[in-house]
């Protein structure tokens, strides 16, 4: 585990699986534009939150690239799940602004729904195929922007499958 701050936001990377976080008000789903079960995250929440999840979220697909909606996270230790469409890299333009859009709604709808803490997957580097370099420092350049104008949350965790991909992103945020 390592921590950094930006404006009073405590922001932690972890090695582990999405659906652990119980400690997190809400976690964030890497979704398909269908809010279905699918691959990689979107099939690990799916796995554990439906078949009441499928019907939470079924009024509210499909979704775009780089737009996020909440639910209630059935069958989880949290409250919220905030479902998020991330570009397939090389198909979905301009990939970097829809990428940045995928964490500024989620920290949007996160402040506006007075979650105070939030974990988020690697959005786009599974199945989607962002790089991940680039997507970590996407993600971590939209949090620091942000950090200042949010009220209600304090804490980010980005949890990363692998220790590689731990260490790649916390290369990226010592940058920071």
Request: glycine fraction near 8%.
């Amino acid at each position: 585990m390592k921590t950094v701050k930006f404006d009073g936001v405590l922001i932690e990377l972890v090695t582990g699986d999405i659906i652990e976080q119980g400690d997190c008000d809400a976690i964030v789903n890497a979704a398909n534009a269908e809010l279905r079960i699918g691959g990689g995250v979107a099939g690990a929440i799916h796995r554990v939150g439906d078949p009441e999840l499928t019907e939470l979220t079924r009024p509210l697909a499909p979704i775009k690239p780089g737009e996020a909606v909440i639910t209630a996270a059935p069958n989880l230790d949290n409250k919220y799940i905030i479902h998020c469409l991330g570009p397939v890299y090389g198909r979905d333009k301009p990939e970097k602004e829809l990428l940045k859009n995928c964490y500024a709604n989620a920290l949007r709808i996160a402040e506006e729904e007075g979650i105070e803490s939030i974990a988020f997957p690697s959005i786009s580097t599974g199945a989607f195929g962002y790089p991940m370099k680039e997507a970590a420092n996407i993600a971590f350049q939209t949090v620091k922007e942000m950090a200042p104008s949010l009220n209600v949350v304090s804490f980010v965790r980005f949890v990363l499958w692998s220790p590689a991909d731990f260490n790649l992103h916390w290369d990226v945020l010592k940058e920071f």
